[in-house]
């Protein structure tokens, strides 16, 4: 829906069909078997399940090692989160059945002390079920700069976690679990920003870790990036990431996953944003950019003969970037809007045969060519920051809508 949206406000005279399409699109989410949390208080057990099980996945591997209990009471607290995450599943409807089933998987992992790897698999698979059950979060536009958030940690945080974050301030001694140390890597890899985000919102139950209720949204995402960021360190050379990520993407998994499963950005550079998090907000690509990058990307993976993957990416390349500017390039020269449009299309339906590969190419290279002229007329004229800020949220498709995309375009 969140898609209808961005289409009716950008090309508020392009509504006609696509209207249409976005009426049977939010029809069949509807009544699509995945139902979107809709009450806050489904939104807050949802948030939490996915809360204990990013806690299991962390926190599993000092409790067992080799298949042997290497720490009794982190072994207690497993059997008990991963029990909670099944009480919490068990509801009678279809959403839940399979969260459910993963939820005993967990349990039974556990209980026969399987391999991390394997905890965390499947605890990685539970969040991003429960995440495509939620509503997308109202995300920052902006963080607090480096020095208002370092003295809200200061102020707030330091006694507990220590100046530096590593968990020494003068209340910690005597407490337990001891303040978490932010500047432990391994630690740091498996948590998500919106994990962070949660904890320092709700606080820790049976822990020393308050709800922090009375910062305001910006000040506690501002201090989960912070603490996100303290294990790393900024690589100088990254000013530029190679890709664009969304920022729901990079809120929702751990530095660990987006590694694994993202392709293009490196390991260094996943490192380089979480220490150097402004990055994300103020070098946003153009929309023109992501779109070259999401044209190159789809041109390797039909190279690969992976074509599913290719349409996937050609379809960002339109909706993430090229959509986004299509309204400014039209007052500038419509000839070629309507031109970069068309081959645009085109180059969806080429994708999908594999014989056609030097149509492909040349089609391809045309392409970028007047993606080309179409960024200097536009740089000639400084692009909107909210078009800027909206191509880097919505960098990757969501995902099951591709499908419906694809009916409608081909
Ligand atoms: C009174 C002590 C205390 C204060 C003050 C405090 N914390 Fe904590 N914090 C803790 C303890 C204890 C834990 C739990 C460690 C555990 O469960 O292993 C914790 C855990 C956390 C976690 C979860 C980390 C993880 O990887 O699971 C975050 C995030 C966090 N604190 C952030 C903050 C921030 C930000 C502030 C200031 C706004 C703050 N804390 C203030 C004691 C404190």
């Known amino acids: 829906m969140q898609f209808c949206w961005n289409v009716r406000l950008i090309r508020q005279n392009h509504i006609g069909i696509k209207s249409l399409f976005c009426l049977v699109l939010m029809a069949t989410i509807l009544f699509s078997k995945l139902s979107i949390a809709s009450t806050i208080d489904e939104v807050v057990q949802l948030r939490q399940i996915a809360q204990l099980a990013e806690y299991v996945g962390v926190d599993y591997a000092s409790a067992v090692d080799n298949g042997q209990v290497i720490n009794d009471d982190e072994y207690q607290e497993m059997l008990e989160f991963s029990q909670l995450i099944v009480e919490k599943t068990s509801i009678n409807n279809n959403d839940f059945r399979s969260l459910n089933e993963k939820a005993s998987a967990l349990q039974r992992a556990i209980s026969t002390k399987q391999n991390v790897n394997v905890v965390r698999q499947i605890t990685s698979e539970l969040r ?19 020095e208002a958030t370092f003295s809200l ?44 985000f949660d904890a320092i919102s709700n606080g820790l139950d049976d822990t020393a870790m308050p709800a922090f209720t009375q910062l305001k949204e910006q000040q506690k ?5 912070y603490v ?37 950005l490196t390991k260094n550079e996943i490192e380089g944003l979480r220490a150097n998090p402004t990055l994300l907000f103020t070098n946003q690509s153009s929309p023109i950019a992501i779109t070259k990058t999401q044209l190159a990307a789809a041109s390797n993976a039909y190279k690969n003969e992976e074509y599913e993957k290719a349409k996937t990416l050609a379809v960002s390349a339109y909706l993430d970037g090229f959509e986004l500017i ?13 031109s970069i449009e068309g081959n645009l299309i085109k180059l969806r339906q080429v994708l999908s045969n594999a014989q056609q590969v030097n149509q492909f190419e040349s089609l391809m290279e045309i392409t970028v060519g007047q993606l080309h002229d ?3 007329l536009l740089t000639e ?30």
């Open 326 to 338: 299509e309204n400014s390039l039209d007052a500038r020269d419509k000839d070629l809007r309507k």
């Open 228 to 264: 996100g960021g303290l294990a790393f360190k900024s690589s100088s050379e990254l000013t530029n990431p190679s890709q664009s990520i969304s920022l729901q993407n990079w809120i929702n998994y751990s530095p660990l996953k987006l590694s694994t499963e993202t392709d293009g």
């Open 221 to 225: 995402w501002s201090l989960a990036f």
């Open 153 to 196: 940690f200061e102020n707030n945080c330091a006694s507990c976690h220590g100046i530096s974050g590593q968990g020494n301030g003068v209340l910690a001694s005597g407490l337990e679990p001891a303040p978490t140390d932010f500047t432990d890597k391994t630690r740091a890899e498996n948590r998500s920003l919106l994990g962070l």
């Open 128 to 146: 991003i079920s429960l995440l495509a059950m939620m509503p997308e979060l109202p995300l920052p536009k902006r963080l607090l700069s480096k």
């Open 374 to 376: 179409a960024e200097e």
């Open 381 to 410: 004229t400084t692009l909107s920051n909210e078009a800027l800020f909206t191509a880097s949220l919505v960098i990757l498709l969501r995902e099951g809508l591709e499908a419906l995309l694809w009916l409608y375009w081909l």
